[in-house]
């Protein structure tokens, strides 16, 4: 076990005299914040506190550099704000323009870095270049746009002027034949994209199924399938927390835990957490679990009654619902008091992990790990859905809660520490 032990500055006092020590080495950590040890050939790192506080640690700009979408009085009827919905994702492209995946328009928008539409491209149908409905967007190196369709549909190429540079068909039958097994089956013909070029797909255990009037969450198995539909296993996780029960009765909760997952990295690797405690699981892209890394002595986020009201009110705008059976069911179980440890992962284009510590309808907060899964720091972002992090900007979505409008927001991200 190896443990870090320095100071980012040592005091000695003295009646009259406070003399101060060297800086600490920018590899070490402050005295007793991570413990690191080896079992098994895998690497253990338990954070027991930040290198640097949030006074001192990375910030992010309160206003954005770039807005695009959002409700504004008065709004054009060609305003491209309203071909903004199911935001699918967001990146910025080595000129500054913001690339956007609609997902309810099925078309790639491309803003300049005042927010003005430049360009398109997409569309939805069958045809070279257009999409059933894409679910995921990828920005690759010389600026190439891919986007990944829904239902095995296939990933289309672009420049970053929108012309499409070739279409990818995957073998739909090459996929069912290498993931499912007879334990297993694909738990819906859907992909997702790691960058290079590779992709996740869920499976179930097939004769698996919840009681009803229970509370359940769905074994669920992430398999990764290369270019010559090899597949590597990741394990078994925890699907989301959800009611099994007929319908009108509501199958979700909130703020339900449940598996979250993330690919990145320089070697890639892929990280998964249940989300129920602080724990990150690091793997290389075969399968083979390289890295565990822990907050400890995390501080619990209550689940709080008027959150709870206020989550129903939501749901019950939309449709009729049953909440009295919901409450039925939830009253055989004991009432869960807590968010999920881990609400979220992404990484960035240094390799660093980000974890969401909170989720809420307009900001978030977010523990930031070195490559080496030491606890940097912690910081708080005007949006809860971070999209995309690359050098000195980050980019965010954003739904108001009150008329579902979405936006995309880019900030300028500081990471030189404030002395």
Not at 82 to 94: D, E, F, I, P, V
Not at 100 to 112: A, K, N
Not at 289 to 311: G, N
Not at 393 to 400: E, Q
Request: with cysteine.
């Amino acid at each position: 076990m190896r443990m870090y032990r320095s100071a980012r500055c040592l005091l000695v006092a003295a009646p009259f005299l406070a003399l101060s020590a060297c800086e600490r080495p920018a590899d070490e950590a402050p005295p007793n914040t991570v413990t690191v040890r080896d079992s098994a050939n895998i690497r253990i790192v338990e954070n027991h506190a930040p290198e640097l506080d949030s006074a001192h640690f990375w910030t992010v700009d309160p206003e954005p550099e770039i807005v695009i979408g959002g409700y504004r009085p008065n709004q054009a009827a060609d305003d491209p704000a309203h071909l903004l919905w199911r935001l699918a994702g967001a990146a910025l492209l080595s000129d500054g323009r913001v690339a956007v995946l609609s997902s309810g328009e099925s078309m790639v928008l491309v803003f300049d870095t005042t927010g003005a539409l430049s360009g398109s491209f997409g569309g939805k149908g069958q045809g070279p270049g257009e999409f059933s409905y894409p679910l995921h967007l990828q920005v690759l190196p010389a600026d190439t746009i891919a986007v990944w369709d829904y239902l095995l549909g296939g990933i289309s190429y672009f420049d970053p002027s929108g012309n499409l540079l070739r279409d990818r068909t995957l073998d739909v039958s090459a996929l069912f034949a290498a993931a499912q097994t007879p334990e297993q089956r694909l738990s819906e013909p859907a992909t997702v994209p790691l960058p290079d070029g590779t992709f996740l797909v869920d499976v179930y255990p097939r004769d698996w199924a919840p009681a009803v009037y229970t509370l359940y969450k769905a074994p669920t198995g992430y398999v990764r399938v290369d270019s010559a539909y090899a597949t590597y296993h990741f394990g078994w996780w925890d699907g989301q927390e959800q009611v099994a029960a007929p319908p009108l009765i509501p199958f979700l909760l909130p703020f339900p835990t449940q598996a979250v997952f993330t690919t990145g990295g320089s070697p890639l690797s892929v990280y998964i957490s249940n989300g129920d405690r602080y724990e990150v699981h690091q793997f290389s892209p075969t399968g083979v679990l390289r890295r565990i890394i822990r907050r400890t002595a995390v501080e619990p986020i209550p689940i709080l009654a008027s959150e709870v009201e206020a989550w129903k009110a939501r749901l019950s705008e939309r449709q009729t619902l049953d909440w009295d059976g919901w409450d039925e069911v939830l009253e055989e179980y004991p009432p869960r008091l807590y968010r999920a440890r881990v609400a979220g992962l992404i990484t960035d284009s240094d390799g660093h992990l980000w974890v969401a510590n909170r989720l809420d309808d307009q900001s978030s907060e977010w523990s930031v790990f070195d490559p080496e899964g030491r606890w940097l720091g912690t910081m708080q972002l005007p949006f809860p859905r971070v999209s995309w992090i690359a050098g000195d900007r980050i980019v965010g979505l954003l739904t108001d809660p009150v008329t579902d409008v979405e936006s995309v927001q880019v900030h300028r991200l500081n990471r030189t520490a404030p002395r």
